[in-house]
């Protein structure tokens, strides 16, 4: 499955991106087809297909994705707010089964979402 991921595609270099970060664990670009203003994507190098593939040993690396998340909200100027999601399957709205952080902002965002 990893070898037709598109993520995955993506760290191998197989599929161009222009990356935000990038280092041994993560990388961080813009999303091809934004939903707001800002919408970045944050993804692990290693294949996870969702949130509930994570196990213990995935802590340090979850919360080295919400970091960078939270540092490239910043950096991007979004002070009015931003949102970190998340999907977990594909009635959540999971289309990439490649665990992934949505970073959304520049507009103000609805609750609940969906």
Known sequence: MAQECIFCKIINGDIPATLLYEDDDILAFNDISPQAPTHMLVIPRKHITGPDALTEADQA????????GTDLAAKAGLTDG?????????SA????????????????MTWPPG
Do not use: C, D, S
């Not at 690396?61 to 960078?68: A, D, F, N, Q, Y």
């Not at 931003?82 to 594909?90: I, K």
């Not at 490649?98 to 902002?105: F, K, Y």
């Open 61 to 68: 690396l979850i919360g080295k994705l919400v970091k960078l």
């Open 82 to 90: 931003f949102r970190l999601v998340m999907n977990n399957g594909e």
């Open 93 to 108: 709205g999971q289309t990439v089964f490649h665990l992934h952080m949505h970073v959304l902002g520049g507009r103000a």
